[in-house]
């Protein structure tokens, strides 16, 4: 919305300031922080009123984790409404790249919110049928990638890109949309499984997205893309506000989530930035660098899926509880202890995703 301000610059002066996107994705920053800020603790306030005995705690989970009952959750109101408002206010709203990302968000957090407003009102950890949200999280990624290759430079339409590898494309062709689906859910539900501790999963979508917020400015200038050997994606360069108003929305949820946790985002938060992130990653063309940078959320869900058929396969366990940072609680590791180790993990494949970007 601001952007439009620009119509009264000349050329120079402050509105010019509002042309830059670097200069929107500070002002995206900081709105979203000050709005988590402010509004957080009345949220709080409110959820855990009308929560009364708030998110069922399992009871085959780590024993530390029963003093954690009556915590509210559905903190992911806060991360959305800050993110929601800071991209309309900051993003350019004639930018397709921009919806499609910010839709995406937004109808995966309704999933997620329907899914624990049913763990609430039935006091257990079951929620919503995993069929139905698995069926609303595939239509919606579909249309998001459909409309995204809309949008994509026909030279790159249904193609997808190596890291490390200049001209390297397959073109999967009709099969490039069910490959989206699987990115878009995938990341959704692979953050899912990481929420399961005070601060683990904020911070980690805060290092991925501010790692894609740089991948989308790098990819949306056809100069620094040519220069770096990476195809360009013009348009992407405006999801540089909406990564940094996750950064914010998720600094201001982080200074109520911080052990011991005030509010759980819970799958409405989740779900909805996992769903972002695999939604950048789309658009972008930068989907298996999405499985570098977002590694970790990966370790989670292989965690699980190994647990599973392996103990279908031989009724034993590989881990003594998935997701693996459950593992690590069993073996008597402190929870600051795993969520600040998994934090640096984060970052160090961050920094490994953003080198493929010079690596060519």
């Known amino acids: 919305m601001f952007f439009w301000l620009t119509e009264f610059s000349d050329g120079g002066g402050f509105f010019n300031l509002f042309t830059y996107i670097t200069f929107r994705a500070g002002g995206a920053f900081a709105t979203a922080l000050i709005f988590g800020f402010i509004f957080g603790r009345p949220l ?15 009871d085959d989970g780590p024993q530390s984790h029963l003093a954690k009952a009556g915590t ?19 993003a350019r709203l004639d930018n397709p790249f921009v919806w499609i990302v910010l839709l995406v968000t937004i109808a995966f957090g309704l999933i997620g919110f329907a899914d624990d407003y049913a763990k609430i009102t039935k006091q257990n950890t079951k929620g919503v049928s995993s069929r139905i949200r698995m069926g609303l999280g595939l239509l919606i990624a579909g249309l998001a990638t459909y409309a995204a290759s809309m949008f994509h430079p026909a030279a790159l339409a249904n193609q997808l890109a190596f890291p490390l590898f200049k001209d390297l ?33 904020i911070m980690p979508v805060m290092i991925a997205a501010g790692a ?14 040519n220069d770096l050997g990476v195809h360009p994606v013009p348009g992407t360069a405006e999801l540089l506000v909406f990564s940094a108003g996750i950064f914010g929305a998720g600094l201001g949820f ?14 409405t938060g989740s779900l909805a930035l996992g769903g972002a992130l695999g939604a950048i990653a789309v658009s972008t063309k930068h989907e298996i660098v999405l499985a570098i940078v977002g590694g970790l959320f990966v370790l989670e869900a292989l965690s699980v899926i190994i647990q599973v058929l392996y103990y279908k396969r ?28 998994f934090w640096i993990i984060s970052l160090i494949l961050a920094m490994i995703g953003l080198a493929t970007l010079k690596v060519r």
């Open 212 to 225: 894609f917020g740089i991948i989308a400015y790098v990819v949306g200038s056809s100069a620094i893309a």
């Open 314 to 341: 031989t009724k034993k366990r590989v881990f003594l509880m998935a997701p693996i940072h459950h593992h690590f609680e069993k073996k008597g590791w402190a929870e600051p202890q795993i969520v600040i180790r």
């Open 72 to 90: 509210p959750t559905m903190g992911g109101i806060l991360i959305l409404s800050a993110l929601i408002v800071s991209t309309l206010l900051w």
């Open 44 to 58: 709080i306030d409110l959820l855990r009123r009308k929560q009364g005995k708030g998110q069922p705690i399992r």
């Open 254 to 267: 982080l200074w109520y989530n911080a052990p011991p946790a005030a509010v759980f985002m819970g799958d």
């Open 169 to 201: 494309l397959l073109n999967l062709g009709i099969f490039f949309v069910p490959f989206g689906m699987i990115v878009i859910v995938g990341s959704a539900n692979a953050v899912n499984l990481t929420d399961g501790l005070d601060g683990l999963a």
